[in-house]
C-alpha cells in the first residue's frame, strides 16, 4: 500500500512533537496526499493523520457524500440513507468544552447538504420503535451550531432503544472522561451490516445489525467497541483490524499494523458488567 | 428550554447527561443527571423542574385517553446491499 512505510506509522509518534517535527510530517502527509487513496477529504483535521476512513468493501463506497461539519465529518450513504461513519478528534478542551456547555436545546433535522430522495426523513423514525441514534454523541459538541449539526439526520441511524439510552451513552461518556485523561482521541463511529438480510425503516432507512466505535490515542494505542442493535446488545471489545474485516471500513489507514492488531483493555458495557466512570 | 412538550417529534433538550426527545405520543427522557449542591446543581434543578412543569401543564390541559399506543418496531426485510 502506497504511503505507509514505517514513517508514516501513527503508532509511532510520541505525544508531543517540537514544531520543526511537526513541519516535516506536514509535509510527508502533504506528498501522502497526492497519491489519489488517500486524503482526498476535505476536512482532514478531524482524522488521524489527516486521512479519512477507507471501505475496504467497494460496495460501501457507492453513492455516498462527505459532509463536513464544526467538530465531525459524515460519511453519508444515499443506499443506507444514514451516515457509514463519523468521525471526531477529541481534545482535552474540546470535552471541557463540551461539559461546560450545559443545557442544550435543539431539533432533528434532514440535512440541507443532501436530496431529501438520498437522505432519510423525520417520518422514517417517527413512530418506528426505534431511537434516532447520535453516532457524533451531541455530549461532544461545543456550542450551538456544532451541537445541531450532530441533530442532522445524516449523523443518525435507527438504533434500538435499549442500546442508544443506556450501555451506548455510558461508552460514550466513558470515551469524553478517557479523553480528558489522555488529552486526546481520534473517534470514528458508524453503523454495521451483518448477514444476508437486514431490516429497513420505512423500507427506507436501512437498520444496522450492530453499531461501533473505534478509539485512536496517539502514543496510547487503539482498538474498538462493537455492540448488536438489540433489546439486549450483546458488546465486545475487539482490535481495528478485526473491526475492519467485519465492517469493511479501516477507520484509521495510517496506523502501524502492530498497532491496529492489538485487542485494547477498554470495558465492555454488556449489561451486568457496565462499569461506570466519570 | 425551547421544547414544548407533545407538540412535536423533533425538539430535543438536554440537561447534563438527561436528555429529553419530544414525540407527538410520548416525551422520552433518558440518562442520568447530577445535581451538586452549588450554582450548577441550581441551574439543573431549575431545569429539571421547568421541564416537569412543562409536561404536567401539557397533559393536564389535555382530555387523556387511558393509554395511548406505543409504537413497535415496523420494519421490513431487505436484501444486505453490502454483501
Known sequence: ?278 | MTMKPFADDTASTTIGELAAENGASAVMLSGSLEITRDKAGLKRAQALKALADAICQELEMGDLPDSVEVAAATTDDVANPFV
Open chain 1, 1 to 278: 500500500m502506497p504511503g505507509t512505510g514505517p514513517g508514516h506509522d501513527l503508532g509511532e509518534l510520541p505525544l508531543k512533537l517540537p514544531r520543526r517535527t511537526v513541519a516535516i510530517i506536514a509535509a510527508t502527509m502533504t506528498l501522502g496526499a497526492i497519491q489519489p487513496a488517500f486524503a482526498t477529504t476535505s476536512c482532514p483535521t478531524h482524522f488521524a493523520g489527516g486521512v479519512e476512513p477507507m471501505p475496504s468493501n467497494q460496495k460501501l463506497a457507492r453513492a455516498t457524500t462527505e459532509l463536513c461539519n464544526r467538530r465531525f465529518a459524515v460519511l453519508h450513504s444515499a443506499v443506507t440513507r444514514t451516515p457509514l461513519y463519523v468521525a471526531e478528534h477529541l481534545t482535552r478542551a474540546s470535552i471541557a468544552a463540551a461539559r461546560s456547555y450545559d443545557l442544550r436545546d435543539n431539533r432533528f433535522h434532514a440535512d440541507p447538504r443532501l436530496r431529501s430522495a438520498d437522505q432519510a426523513a423525520l417520518a422514517d423514525y417517527v413512530r418506528s420503535g426505534l431511537d434516532r441514534g447520535h453516532m457524533a454523541p451531541s455530549g461532544d459538541m461545543t456550542d450551538e451550531e456544532a451541537d445541531y449539526e450532530s441533530f442532522s439526520l445524516a449523523n443518525i441511524v435507527p438504533q434500538a432503544g435499549a442500546l442508544n439510552r443506556v450501555s451506548w451513552a455510558d461508552m460514550e461518556n466513558y470515551v469524553r472522561t478517557l479523553t480528558t485523561k489522555l488529552g486526546e482521541a481520534y473517534v470514528v463511529t458508524g453503523p454495521a451490516y451483518e448477514g444476508r438480510t437486514i431490516k429497513a425503516l420505512n423500507r427506507r432507512v436501512l437498520v444496522p445489525t450492530s453499531t461501533w466505535k473505534a478509539l485512536y490515542v496517539p502514543g496510547q494505542g487503539a482498538g474498538a467497541w462493537i455492540a448488536t442493535n438489540t433489546a439486549t446488545p450483546r458488546w465486545q471489545v475487539i482490535s481495528i483490524a478485526e473491526l475492519t474485516r467485519r465492517i469493511g471500513i479501516d477507520p484509521f489507514p495510517r496506523l502501524a499494523a502492530a498497532t491496529k492488531g492489538k485487542v485494547p483493555a477498554f470495558p465492555n458495557f454488556g449489561r451486568g458488567r457496565a462499569k461506570r466512570e466519570r
